[in-house]
């Protein structure tokens, strides 16, 4: 080492450490610590495997694996010392082994690169992220079918452009997120699949001379297999993006369902009633109750899609194989992560709380003009009217209950025929809001037997 100050990792051809502002601009300790447990099994398994292909000796690998399991302990302990000009989690991580094994830990990077370690240690933190998705989002879906189970047949006003449209059910609504939460779930599960192949061996980007077993240390770190080309497998972020870009997604449901939530919750609305334990009051106005978590949840989406824009961007560019641009990655991809995940949870806290108010729903279900539709319908089917003609003659009745300040099913028979004479008394029984829903028998439709049919379907997906 000619200079103290130089790095103990790549100093040989240094003469003068980093100024000040190289090294803030360089490091990557400040966050790329959270990967330190992903770090210390990357490495144990890759210590493991040149001992088995004999390229260290059992001894060296034995104490450098026992070496890692306390530096781990003191990582996690809180007594770790985090070193700047250590620049990353991988160098710090071997610095402090070296103090504690001693000549040993020199052997553990033999046959690997930074550029290999970090791409692997990435997908490890990446793919616990899956897995935590995963069960934020089957427990998000199972809070919403007992919510779809309970209100299958509770009345509520459908809507297109926030405008009346059809009667459907609270447990259809409910049961309309549980398809986009799943859709979310196959696209984490399909993540998981397609990026769990190892780096580990692909060194700085060539492969390496050592007779390694890239098989073993893919096993080991629960890979499906190696990643088949060293240039991609140390340059490619896909992982990353994946991820991003299916949180961004959900993150895009999460929003939409918290809209709805801000709404139903107003005094205008009053659908549902948000727990005590997700709202919030103000600090001048005592009357209110204020939905935060699901206008947080709303905002999340920002940032997540943030992040996602921001890795694209960084990536975009790049010749092969690696460039420090990517130790960008971390930073967007943690703060998407623990916003994702605390959104799920609130969104689950909320939805399990949460109360449909029936009885505001089913007046409002029947506002609106809303069983217009079944009207014509109902031409169509008893008086054999072409639909367009139907849809005239029920635009005609709509007008008239309007210009009375009335509902539709408040007309008289009398006011009925004085728009289309063969109108009978049996058009009343299609304008009630139940018999609306219960008719929609269609699949897929909104009658509370088909929502019932589509709430078994999940659950013996779910149980399976
Ligand atoms: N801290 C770096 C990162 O996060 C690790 C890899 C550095 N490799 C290198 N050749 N400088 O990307």
Request: charged share 20%.
């Amino acid at each position: 080492m000619t200079d103290q100050a130089s790095n103990q990792m790549w100093g040989g051809r240094f003469a003068a450490g980093p100024d000040a502002i190289m090294e803030a601009i360089n490091a990557s300790i400040g966050f790329d610590k959270r990967m330190a447990a992903q770090d210390i099994a990357g490495s144990r398994a890759h210590a493991a495997m040149l001992a088995a292909t004999g390229v260290i000796s059992d001894n060296d690998a034995e104490a450098i694996r026992e070496g890692l399991l306390t530096v781990l302990s003191e990582i996690e302990t809180g007594t770790f010392q985090f070193s700047t000009a250590l620049e990353d989690i991988h160098m710090n991580v071997e610095a402090r082994l070296k103090e504690v094994i001693g000549e040993p830990a020199g052997r553990l990077h033999t046959g690997r690169s930074r550029n290999d370690q970090v791409a692997t240690d990435f997908k490890l933190w990446v793919r616990d992220q899956l897995d935590a998705a995963e069960g934020g989002l089957l427990a998000l879906i199972r809070a919403l079918l007992t919510q779809a189970e309970a209100g299958a047949d509770w009345v509520m006003p459908g809507f297109t452009h926030l405008q009346v449209a059809q009667p459907v059910t609270w447990g259809h609504h409910m049961m309309a997120y549980v398809e986009m939460f799943g859709r979310d779930l196959s696209r984490v599960r399909d993540a998981r699949k397609r990026m769990n192949e190892s780096p580990l061996g692909a060194a700085a980007l060539a492969g390496t001379s050592f007779p390694i077993d890239r098989d073993m240390t893919a096993a080991a770190l629960g890979f499906d297999r190696p990643a088949a080309n060293s240039l991609d497998a140390v340059s490619d972020r896909d992982f990353a993006l994946e991820f991003l870009s299916t949180a961004s997604i959900s993150a895009v449901h999460l929003s939409r369902f918290a809209e709805e939530l801000v709404i139903w919750s107003s005094a205008q609305f009053r659908f549902v009633t948000l727990s005590d334990r997700f709202s919030t009051g103000s600090s001048i106005m005592p009357q209110k109750k204020i939905p935060d978590a699901a206008e947080l949840i709303r905002a999340k989406v920002g940032r997540i899609f943030g992040a996602n824009t921001a890795l694209m961007v960084v990536m975009k560019g790049l010749p092969l194989a690696y460039s420090k641009d990517m130790q960008e990655d971390k930073e967007q991809v943690f703060d998407a992560a623990d916003n994702w995940m605390l959104a799920l949870a609130a969104m689950e806290g909320m939805v399990k709380d949460m109360s449909a108010n029936r009885a505001e729903l089913a007046v409002a279900a029947a506002s609106g003009f809303s069983t217009a539709t079944d009207l014509a319908d109902w031409l169509v089917r008893v008086l054999g009217l072409p639909f367009r003609d139907a849809h005239h003659v029920t635009g005609s009745l709509v007008a008239l209950a309007e210009s009375r300040g009335c509902d539709l099913p408040e007309l008289t028979l009398a006011d009925m025929q004085g728009v289309h004479s063969a109108i009978t008394q049996d058009v009343f029984s299609v304008l009630g809001v139940e018999n609306s829903v219960n008719s929609r028998l269609s699949y897929g439709g909104t009658a509370p037997a088909q929502v019932r049919a589509q709430v078994a379907r999940w659950t013996a997906i779910l149980d399976a």
